[in-house]
């Protein structure tokens, strides 16, 4: 080799060299910087230890920032370190930022419109962060971000990143509105998000990891930081919408089920070996017949109590009422003969109307009409559903659901039956429900979207 090139290779390796360490003195500072916001953020919010400290702080010159994977926090280090100049509740923030979207998991989440999509999950957990009251987190809103959260508060209470999305999408938002809503809102980068990827499936053991942080933070919150509730904002409220259970509407109506012979084959118990056996005996004579009924278990009795109260809005009980006769419909759900008194009620009984078969719930559907604008209370109800009792209109009820706002008198003595209170997710509140009833929560968009994709939230 020539001295110069030797040289040359020389100078080559010492600038390789001095990159490395530059690189690896960048990956300090920022992963220290990073530290920093996690230990202070923690000092607040201890209920967040678990999640704080899930990360591992990997350097990454593409970022626009930081983002997060769901694993791993991404930065891009001259950014970083000039956000903690700037000021470090700037980067405190966007820490917590990243958590949250790991706590909801918008990281798996695949709204139709990308740009949309992302904006609505950036002003979710914003409002949320915007809401807590920590010193470590305080700071100023602009005017564009509090009249933003003025005018979707208007239409929502509960401000998940889905719900944003939907009142969002209803806003036609022009290019200039969509700019200065993200420049206000943006914290991260969402580009390591699997939605992000359309040909890598969802990882379920990371949902499963950030699910489980999920629930050891509701009961974090709930059992030990009540002192700190009125510095959280509406944060515990959130957490426990996202870890609501997904059931279909179906099912949950399964649980007010009784088994009951019906004409029809049972398999289950017909034996092919013997029948086959007969026919080639005999030619034409099977040994055993076919059993001509079969237990089943389907719905055959229950109530439907709507709130007529001013607070309920007649809209949603139409659509709540229309869902429940579509699932009355299908034949494998109940019997042919049923018995279902739909019982209208504010602060009294105003209707209660008997339906014995699915033609009858298809002209009270088409006749519907609702009375009461009064208060609510929830007991004449459950009185009247007594008094049905003691009159032999019921011979196995087994439950009644009560579609409401869910601020009323509740009966004190647990009924007969199963009960289960029904909630609007936009409406709700986690209002001291008996420990005896079920809570069922439904989301707007439920009562609208497609069969297929009909899922409610559980409780």
Not at 69 to 88: I, S, T
Not at 277 to 301: H, Q, W
Not at 348 to 373: A, C, N, R, W
Request: hydrophobic share 35%.
């Amino acid at each position: 080799m020539q001295p110069e090139d030797r040289t040359r290779e020389m100078a080559k390796t010492a600038e390789a060299e001095k990159a490395a360490e530059t690189a690896e003195r960048l990956q300090v500072i920022g992963s220290s910087i990073l530290r920093a916001a996690r230990d202070e953020l923690y000092l607040g919010m201890r209920f967040l230890d678990v999640a704080l400290s899930s990360f591992s702080y990997q350097m990454d010159g593409a970022v626009h920032g930081f983002g997060t994977d769901g694993r791993v926090m991404y930065f891009q280090p001259q950014m970083l370190g000039g956000l903690y100049k700037e000021n470090r509740i700037l980067v405190n923030r966007g820490y917590l930022h990243m958590v949250f979207h790991c706590i909801f998991r918008h990281f798996e989440w695949r709204g139709n419109e990308e740009r949309l999509r992302d904006l609505s999950c950036d002003i979710a957990v914003e409002h949320i962060i915007d809401g807590m009251n920590y010193r470590s987190i305080r700071f100023s809103r602009s005017l564009l971000r509090r009249e933003t959260y003025r005018l979707l508060e208007k239409e929502g209470k509960t401000l998940n990143a889905q719900r944003v999305y939907k009142i969002l999408s209803g806003w036609n938002l022009g290019e200039q509105d969509l700019i200065k809503l993200e420049q206000e809102f943006r914290a991260d980068d969402h580009k390591y998000w699997e939605s992000k990827k359309p040909d890598q499936k969802p990882n379920p053991m990371l949902s499963r990891k950030w699910g489980e942080i999920n629930d050891g933070i509701e009961t974090d919150l709930e059992t030990f930081s009540q002192e700190a509730g009125e510095r959280d904002g509406d944060f515990l409220e959130q957490i426990k919408t996202e870890n609501r259970s997904k059931y279909d509407y179906k099912e949950f109506l399964q649980k007010f089920a009784v088994f009951h012979e019906e004409l029809a084959v049972d398999d289950d118990s017909f034996d092919y070996n013997f029948y086959t056996y007969g026919l080639r005996l005999y030619g034409n004579m099977p040994l055993i017949e076919p059993l001509e009924s079969k237990e089943v278990k389907k719905v055959e009795e229950f109530v439907i109590v709507i709130d007529t109260s001013m607070s309920c809005s007649g809209e949603l009980v139409r659509r709540f009422l229309e869902e429940t006769y579509g699932v009355l419909s299908e034949n494998e759900s109940f019997f042919t003969k049923i018995n279902v008194h739909i019982i209208q009620c504010d602060e009294k009984v105003h209707t209660d109307k008997k339906i014995t078969s699915q033609e009858e719930m298809k002209d009270y559907m088409e006749h519907l009409e609702l009375y009461g604008d009064g208060g609510t209370d929830f007991r004449p109800a459950f009185e009247w559903v007594d008094e049905l009792l003691e009159q032999h209109e019921f011979h196995n009820l087994k439950g009644l659901i009560y579609f409401t706002d869910g601020f009323g008198i509740y009966p004190q003595k647990m009924p007969p039956y199963k009960t289960a209170f029904v909630f609007m997710q936009d409406n709700y509140r986690d209002v001291d429900v008996p420990v005896w009833a079920m809570k069922l929560i439904l989301d707007e968009d439920d009562l609208t979207d497609s069969d297929e994709n009909k899922k409610r939230h559980f409780q």
